[in-house]
């Protein structure tokens, strides 16, 4: 099986490619040996300084993930969480993870039983777990509003295997479509999207309907897939006469 790991760089002061390999921190492979798979997702803890959480899978013909916690340096690795289960079965974390706001709630995709990936939620202490989308769809890389009462994320349709953006609240409710691109034929790892830092609006890589061409877009939060070709403006690159373009991974900083 393919295991990606979590490795930490202690002191970046050269550039990257100048680090030597030994050098890493293999933060992942030090977690207990029978959760060693996983899909090499981490995120910095908000709420502590120079702490990580990160997802591993057991070892075996059962894949179930359980997330741990570490200082940067690989000390320090207790559970956060116990084995995922929200109910339903054993449920393996796949792809990326994202905190809330205050820090006080996490957001994964995690694939169950039946092969498909909806969003989980749970505290921060890795409690109260539970299924913010549910049923036959690929949900993917979730990611919260500044405010914390949304979350974006994207999802793959099973029966057409068109791509769009979806928001939900993070109570689970209002669950609704943004986007009205029915993506196709692009590798869904490049798309990207982003709050604007006050929530109001997002960026999104949506598709020219003109030429195919995959572009930069911003919205009003409100949007919806009714109004997403109305609403959207253009902010990416136009293309020289006679060329083409692709643009991918927009994000927003303040």
């Given at each position: 099986?393919?295991?990606?790991?979590?490795?930490?760089?202690?002191?970046?002061?050269?550039?990257?490619?100048?680090?030597?390999?030994?050098?890493?921190?293999?933060?992942?492979?030090?977690?207990?040996?029978?959760?060693?798979?996983?899909?090499?997702?981490?995120?910095?803890?908000?709420?502590t300084d120079g702490r990580l959480v990160f997802a591993?899978?057991?070892?075996?013909?059962?894949?179930?993930?359980?997330?741990?916690?570490?200082?940067?340096?690989?000390?320090?690795?207790?559970?956060?969480?116990?084995?995922?289960?929200?109910?339903?079965?054993?449920?393996?974390?796949?792809?990326?993870?994202?905190?809330?706001?205050?820090?006080?709630?996490?957001?994964?995709?995690?694939?169950?039983?039946?092969?498909?990936?909806?969003?989980?939620?749970?505290?921060?202490?890795?409690?109260?777990?539970?299924?913010?989308?549910?049923?036959?769809?690929?949900?993917?890389?979730?990611?919260?509003?500044?405010?914390?009462?949304?979350?974006?994320?994207?999802?793959?349709?099973?029966?057409?295997?068109?791509?769009?953006?979806?928001?939900?609240?993070?109570?689970?409710?209002?669950?609704?479509?943004?986007?009205?691109?029915?993506?196709?034929?692009?590798?869904?790892?490049?798309?990207?999207?982003?709050?604007?830092?006050?929530?109001?609006?997002?960026?999104?890589?949506?598709?020219?309907?003109?030429?195919?061409?995959?572009?930069?877009?911003?919205?009003?939060?409100?949007?919806?897939?009714?109004?997403?070709?109305?609403?959207?403006?253009?902010?990416?690159?136009?293309?020289?006469?006679?060329?083409?373009?692709?643009?991918?991974?927009?994000?927003?900083?303040?």
């Amino acid at each position: 099986a393919i295991r990606q790991d979590v490795c930490a760089i202690p002191n970046v002061n050269v550039p990257i490619t100048s680090i030597p390999v030994n050098t890493y921190i293999n933060i992942s492979a030090l977690a207990p040996a029978n959760w060693q798979g996983g899909w090499g997702t981490a995120m910095w803890d908000p709420q502590t300084d120079g702490r990580l959480v990160f997802a591993r899978d057991s070892v075996g013909a059962e894949r179930i993930s359980k997330f741990f916690t570490a200082n940067y340096d690989g000390s320090n690795i207790p559970d956060l969480s116990a084995p995922l289960d929200a109910g339903n079965g054993p449920l393996q974390v796949a792809g990326p993870m994202d905190w809330s706001s205050a820090g006080s709630e996490v957001v994964f995709t995690a694939i169950d039983l039946q092969g498909y990936w909806n969003l989980y939620i749970m505290d921060s202490d890795g409690s109260n777990l539970s299924a913010l989308t549910a049923g036959a769809v690929y949900d993917d890389a979730p990611m919260f509003s500044p405010d914390g009462t949304q979350i974006l994320f994207g999802r793959q349709e099973t029966t057409n295997f068109t791509y769009d953006f979806w928001i939900i609240n993070s109570d689970g409710s209002n669950e609704h479509q943004i986007t009205a691109d029915a993506v196709m034929d692009f590798d869904l790892n490049a798309l990207g999207y982003d709050w604007s830092p006050d929530g109001s609006e997002i960026v999104v890589n949506g598709v020219n309907s003109m030429n195919g061409w995959a572009q930069v877009y911003v919205v009003p939060s409100t949007v919806t897939a009714a109004t997403y070709f109305s609403l959207r403006r253009l902010v990416g690159r136009s293309a020289d006469a006679g060329s083409w373009i692709r643009d991918f991974q927009p994000a927003w900083r303040p």
